[in-house]
């Protein structure tokens, strides 16, 4: 199953075409992970960007599987999941835990990048967007160490 309906929908994706849309939905799939499964592991292979589209999943620190671990930002309905993978980073960074039932669009980040580098006016859209992602953790995140100490 594509995710043609749920890119059309997305803010990551709406200064896209029609076509690019249609490009896009074939290299996408569903994947539905239940509460407790992995969606990815630090260190491995950075292959898709994800979009949450149902349930919650979470960020953690890189730890070793005995080692304490800490999750340290929510993903909801719509954020994205991986982004690195698009940007060019071999490997994910952190681990992405699924707290409730899920579901994501996976897209094949390497076929994503040469369809954005097709059409740059787009694909500025898409990295702003992306920044603007990162930032709002970056700030939540500087939030919750400041809370910590304070």
Known sequence: MNGSTELKGHELFRSLSMEGIHKISQISEVKKF?????IFQPNQEAGNLYILLEGLVALRFPAKEEAFSVSFIRIEKDDLIGAGALLGSPKYSTQAYCVKDSKVLAVNAKKLRQILEEDKGASFEVILEIAHAYF??????????QNIFS
């Open 34 to 38: 239940k509460k407790g499964d992995i």
């Open 136 to 145: 709002k953790r970056y700030i939540s995140l500087m939030n919750k160490i």
